[in-house]
């Protein structure tokens, strides 16, 4: 049986619209309902028909909903949640995607103490945004992590872990504090670092940018892809995810100041056996079936 049949989305860009899509696909009896602040969005959604429904305010989106699924940026979660307050029907259960938990689950909290909440976090993404950058199968064979608070309902749980299951992701429950250190250290920090890296090298003086843009090829470009994503959502997951990323990055700090030691001294068996552990990690990840086995994530060479 299903576990819901009529979802809403707050918030239609690449998350918000692709599980409106994989609802659309896997789940085809489903009404969904969408609602997004930007009337542009709303528009858009209505062109390209991508749910049953399009509501004018966030409240009419949930009216008859039993399931709604906030996918906005994680510093508008609170906000959202009394949006919806005087509508939200009793028994419907409120869900999320946000990149970082506990915070969520404060702000949701502080609006909607008594509302049955199963927080979600589908690990998946690209670097695109908006309406146009979902698709349905982007959950599939992806992680997604429910971090219930603790006393939430078994079956409540049970129905949000099915739906995702539906989407075609692969799913796992995680106490909402550890789910923020493990993604500080498997997504917030990367996300960092790659802003970091494409920061410094368009400031540098010595080097142009037709250079950098060049001879991106040599490592720089992979970079750019991660660098390239949502100026909004970031800034919110960083503020968001505040102390676990801190923790991180100290951890990082030393590891780099270890590195450029090994550097200056010419200590070439420290930085062989580095690189030989990280190779395997990349091993690990393709094995798992998380990424693409072939040579420079399957680009063509032609
Ligand atoms: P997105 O493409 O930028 O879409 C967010 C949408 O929410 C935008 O259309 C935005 O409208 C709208 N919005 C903002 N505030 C709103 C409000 N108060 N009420 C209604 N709609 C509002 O972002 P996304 O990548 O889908 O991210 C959405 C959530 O998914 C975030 O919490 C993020 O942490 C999480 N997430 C993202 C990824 C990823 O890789 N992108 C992966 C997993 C989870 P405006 O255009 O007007 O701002």
Redesign the pocket.
Known sequence: MLPFSRVAV?????????IARGVRQHMPSVRVTG????PA?RETAVRIDLCDDIADT?GTAVIDADLVV?????G??G??AA?IAADLPADAILS?????KES?IEAVRAALPDAVFVPA???????????E??FASLFHHRWCIITPPEGTEPLAIERVLEFWRRLGAEVETMEPAHHDRVLAVTSHLPHLIAYTIVGTASDLEEVTASEVIKYSAGGFRDFTRIAA??P??WR??FLANREAVLDMLQRFSEDLTALQRAIRWGKGDELFELFSRTRAVRRSIIDSGQDDARPDFGRSHD
């Open positions: 707050i918030g239609l860009g690449l998350i918000g619209s692709s609602y997004d602040a930007d969005v966030a906030l996918c906005v940026p994680v508008a979660m906000a959202v949006e999320d995607v946000g990149s970082c969520v976090h589908p690990v998946a993404g690209t670097e695109n945004s908006g309406p950058a979902g994503s949502d909004t959502m919110d997951v």
